[in-house]
């Protein structure tokens, strides 16, 4: 079963300290979903073990994440294998950052391969939990590497204050009716 998704979100940490923190298991793995245990953290690999608890998938998966392409600052690509007892899952995930003036943004893309009877047993609820989990992923990220607040927008009241303030500046001025500059 393809299990592929996208998206992206922001964070006030720069572009390096972004990349620092998704590149380093240490600091990454923990803030990962029924994360349990980090383990084999050597060169461009780590392995995780994520305790799951949904109700047709219980028990413990073991994956195991390389990181396979790395352009500092700016994208890392990692393969990721994971095994339960009901199956496998095999994926790709890719993370690109772009500066902001306010930070980083993160686009992401996970391209993704679910097989055995975790497959069968889940498929209805799957892509939704899965959606789910990487929601409370990017909010885990954007704890530890800073929110970026939207720009409040411009109150009624001072929107109506600066129409009433341009008026003032350049005159009252009314739209013609389309007959009104016609001969009669």
Do not use: C
Not at 79 to 86: Q, S, V
Not at 101 to 120: F, K
Not at 139 to 160: D, H, I, R, T
């Amino acid at each position: 079963m393809k299990v592929d998704m996208d998206g992206n979100f922001e964070v006030t940490a720069s572009p390096a300290e972004t990349f620092v923190f998704i590149t380093e298991p240490r600091t990454f793995a923990p803030i990962l979903p029924y994360f349990k245990e980090l383990h084999s953290v050597e060169g461009d690999g780590f392995g995780v073990l994520l305790e799951v608890g949904v109700p047709q998938i219980r028990g413990q998966a073991d994956v195991a994440a390389r990181r396979v392409e790395s352009v500092p600052n700016e994208r890392v690509v990692y393969t990721i294998n994971g095994r339960h007892a009901l199956g496998m899952i095999d994926a790709r995930m890719t993370f690109v950052i772009e500066p902001l003036d306010a930070g980083s943004r993160v686009n992401w893309t996970s391209e993704g391969t679910v097989s055995g009877t975790l497959a069968s047993l889940a498929q209805g609820i799957l892509l939704p939990l899965a959606r789910r989990q990487v929601k409370s992923l990017v909010v885990a990220v954007q704890k530890e590497l800073g929110v970026v607040q939207p720009e409040p927008a411009a109150s009624a009241s001072l929107m109506k204050r600066s129409v009433t303030s341009m008026k003032g500046l350049f005159g009252a001025t009314r739209a013609k009716s389309p007959n009104e500059d016609l001969p009669s």
